[in-house]
């Protein structure tokens, strides 16, 4: 059992930046695959951005490549998402999500989900 949580969340002015973090209960944070997923108002939840147990190949969606970063300390048992350059259409509720051990973009495949945080870019 994972319960993750997130933080960070809030309202910036397009072309600022914010950091998400998402904290994991548990002690077997490192067999999890991590990642962030979106969902703004209409619209399907999308993927955003994942890493893998140990950290590295990150991979992003295209629409964030370049702009948004995401890393983990698996000693914290924290996965975070560093935004920069936001844009309006970056508004959503951001969530942090987990599956075991490998890497996946479709949302139906991850087994434990955050509340999730608002992000909220104006123009």
């Known amino acids: 059992q994972v319960q993750l949580v997130e933080s960070g969340g809030g309202l910036v002015q397009a072309g600022g930046s914010l950091r998400l973090s998402c904290e994991a209960s548990?002690?077997?944070?490192?067999?999890?695959?991590m990642a962030w997923f979106r969902q703004a108002p209409g619209k399907e939840r999308e993927f955003v951005a994942g890493?893998?147990?140990?950290?590295?190949?990150?991979a992003y969606a295209d629409s964030v490549k370049g702009r948004f970063t995401i890393s983990r300390d698996n000693a914290k048992n924290a996965v975070y998402l560093q935004l920069n350059s936001l844009k309006p259409e970056d508004t959503a509720v951001y969530h942090c999500?987990?599956?075991?051990?490998?890497?996946?973009?479709?949302?139906?495949?991850?087994?434990?989900w955050g509340q999730g945080t608002q992000v909220t870019v104006s123009s």
């Open positions: 999500a987990a599956r075991a051990f490998f890497q996946s973009n479709d949302d139906s495949q991850y087994t434990y």
């Open positions: 548990g002690r077997t944070f490192t067999r999890y695959y």
């Open positions: 890493i893998s147990m140990s950290g590295g190949t990150p």
